[in-house]
């Protein structure tokens, strides 16, 4: 093939070719490895955050990179420690102020939706105070695979390993808590310890995984590879390494197609997770149906 | 200040803009949809961003994108299971797309696309035009009307949807209404407050009043005087500190309202039990 001999030649049918044109650049390398270590990390918060139906306090927390970023611009720290502390704090807000609501679902979810406007309106004020990077907003909010270093890289993989180890001590109890609140309570089980921790994880998760989407996109890297893993497959274990591999392809997928083509990255890791998941949601409604009807006449034979 | 006219066409939009959305979020904090109008007022970042690529007004694609979701969480989603799930993955992906927009939109135009950028996602109140002032008060009163004429067979439906539905109350047609109504308070406050901070105005004022009173009626009217009052205080205190934008003075001063109404509302003796409950090992008696 004459045209891995040409970095950018473009998409061909060859994969090993591909692969080749991909890792050509020391740059294209960081971001694959950093996508990675996100996309692993991303695909076990996400699964517990479907399965506690907690997205929007994840969304919210996703959002609270972008204050942190641009506050930690204008005092000049370094972005990723403005995204950790922002991301932490709100985890902390949120965590602690819905457990002082609890009276219906609705109040705990307008606190969250304060949070993430104040949140939102301070980073407003951050950027239009460290004016001068009005341009830069957009990579912050959407993403921007070009600059990530070995250092960032570092950070991530350290960033993960930790919150993969926070999950394999807590995975059971929490596991239990969000799926039976109620008997986990009376078993003992500390879950508002556990609901707070969870969301100081999550935050952390986000903060990191916001430095290779951008902030308004974390999102589809934590809700769609859990969600069409949970259509895919009921078994935990299953559909938790599911969720995993799912988002590894989906980061790899957008990353190479990014590559070649011109679009923005944030476009096609969140076109190429939806698609995924409206795959697995028609597949799964066709084949219940199919159940259904095979299974009506015994069904009508029961109830007669 | 009222010598200059873009202040008072950004207090007279602003007023509209503020009662609709304290109105709106009324109904939306109480149904617990709080999660579906963030939703839409993302979305409606989308529909400027497609419309300016297509090279149409952008108010076409503000409305036309948050009523299209809206009628889409309204038709497929189900209140009961799952459903925060679908809006998510569905509204990152219409994100995405504005992404895309937003690439071809800055390839067009050459580069100049943080302004327009900007202005949706944090709006520019202090930007509008007597006429958009005129129509936005028009589109709010509109709002308004419809909403007030539902609003005891909503609340009803809200507050039980069983009995609601016995009683002949067309349950999920003013389900579906609402959201689109939502919706359009979404495209409409978009050009003022921006698609980022306009669910502090949704959520905020309406989150406070509920706290602070139980009557849903009072609480519907507090909900909206409060929502008027931080646009009223926002725009002065943006007026008077010229480098704080007006849409987070506004957003500044509702989380303010909020955070006095849940501290004015919450038993601190029980707040600071339950707080030391999870570090104690937390088991709540």
Redesign the interface.
């Known amino acids: 093939m004459s045209s891995s001999a040409l970095p950018l030649a473009g998409l061909s049918l060859d994969p090993v070719s591909d692969f080749q044109q991909l890792t050509a650049f020391p740059f294209m390398v960081n971001a694959l490895e950093a996508g990675t270590a996100v996309a692993i990390m991303a695909g076990v918060v996400g699964w517990f955050m479907?399965l506690r139906?907690e997205?929007?306090a994840?969304?919210t927390l996703s959002?609270m990179a972008f204050p942190g970023a641009t506050g930690a611009l204008l005092i000049g720290l370094p972005a990723a420690a403005g995204y950790f502390v922002f991301c932490g704090a709100s985890a902390l807000v949120i965590g602690?102020?819905s457990?002082?609501v609890r009276r219906?679902?609705?109040?705990e979810?307008?606190?969250?939706?304060?949070v993430?406007?104040?949140g939102?309106?301070?980073g407003?004020?951050f950027l239009?105070?460290y004016q001068g990077v009005?341009?830069g907003?957009?990579n912050l909010?959407?993403g921007d695979f070009l600059g990530i270093t070995r250092g960032q890289v570092l950070t991530l993989a350290i960033v993960a390993v930790l919150a993969l180890c926070g999950f394999a001590l807590v995975g059971r109890p929490l596991l239990f808590a969000s799926v039976d609140e109620t008997v986990a309570?009376a078993r003992?089980v500390?879950?508002?310890?556990l609901?707070?921790a969870f969301l100081l994880v999550l935050g952390l998760a986000v903060a990191a995984t916001a430095q290779i989407t951008?902030v308004?996109?974390v999102?589809?890297l934590l809700?769609?590879p859990a969600?069409t893993a949970q259509q895919i497959t009921c078994r935990i274990g299953a559909s938790l390494v599911l969720s995993v591999i799912l988002g590894v392809a989906i980061t790899w997928a957008g990353l190479a197609l990014a590559y070649f083509y011109?679009?923005?990255v944030?476009?096609?890791?969140?076109?190429v997770?939806?698609t995924i998941?409206v795959i697995a949601r028609v597949t799964r409604a066709v084949i219940d149906h199919s159940t259904l009807l095979r299974r009506r006449p015994e069904i009508a034979e029961a109830h007669a | 200040m009222f010598e200059h006219e873009f202040v008072r066409n950004a207090w007279l939009a602003g007023t509209a803009i503020a009662l609709a959305s304290g109105l709106v979020g009324h109904f939306v904090?109480?149904?617990?949809?709080?999660?579906a109008?963030?939703a839409l007022t993302?979305v409606a970042f989308t529909g400027a961003v497609a419309a300016a690529a297509a090279g149409i007004d952008t108010r076409i694609g503000l409305f036309a994108a948050t009523i299209a979701v809206a009628l889409a969480i309204g038709v497929l989603g189900d209140r009961r299971a799952g459903d925060?799930?679908t809006?998510?993955?569905?509204f990152?992906?219409i994100?995405?797309?504005g992404?895309?927009f937003?690439?071809l939109f800055s390839s067009r135009a050459g580069g100049g696309?943080?302004l327009l950028?900007?202005r949706t996602?944090?709006g520019s109140i202090f930007g509008l035009s007597a006429a958009d002032a005129r129509l936005a008060t028009v589109i709010a009163a509109a709002i308004i009307a419809i909403l007030l004429a539902i609003a005891r067979p909503l609340l009803f439906a809200t507050v039980d949807p069983a009995v609601a539905g016995a009683r002949g109350v067309p349950v999920r047609a003013l389900g579906l209404l609402f959201l689109v109504l939502l919706g359009a308070t979404a495209a409409e406050a978009t050009q003022a407050i921006?698609a980022?901070?306009?669910?502090?105005?949704?959520?905020?004022p309406?989150?406070a009043a509920?706290?602070l009173t139980a009557n849903p009626y009072r609480a519907i009217g507090l909900s909206a005087a409060l929502a008027v009052f931080s646009t009223w205080a926002g725009l002065t205190l943006s007026y008077l500190i010229p480098?704080?934008?007006p849409?987070?003075a506004i957003?500044?001063v509702?989380?303010g309202v909020?955070v006095l109404a849940?501290l004015a509302s919450?038993d601190l003796h029980?707040?600071g039990r339950?707080?030391a409950?999870?570090?104690s090992?937390?088991?709540?008696t």
């Open positions: 479907v139906r997205s929007f994840g969304h959002l602690l102020g457990s002082g219906h679902r609705g109040e979810s307008a606190l969250t939706g304060v993430q406007a104040l939102l309106a301070c407003f004020v239009s105070l009005l341009a907003y957009e909010l959407f309570r003992g500390p879950v508002r310890g609901a707070l951008g308004l996109l999102f589809a809700v769609a969600a011109s679009e923005p944030g476009f096609y890791i969140t076109t997770a939806f998941y | 904090v109480l149904r617990a949809q709080v999660f109008g963030d993302h925060d799930t809006i998510g993955i569905v990152a992906w994100l995405g797309l992404v895309y937003l690439a696309n943080g950028g900007a996602l944090f921006g980022l901070l306009l669910l502090g105005l949704l959520a905020a309406a989150g509920q706290r480098k704080l934008p849409s987070s957003i500044a509702a989380a909020y849940f919450t029980g707040l339950r707080l409950a999870p570090l090992g937390g088991t709540e």
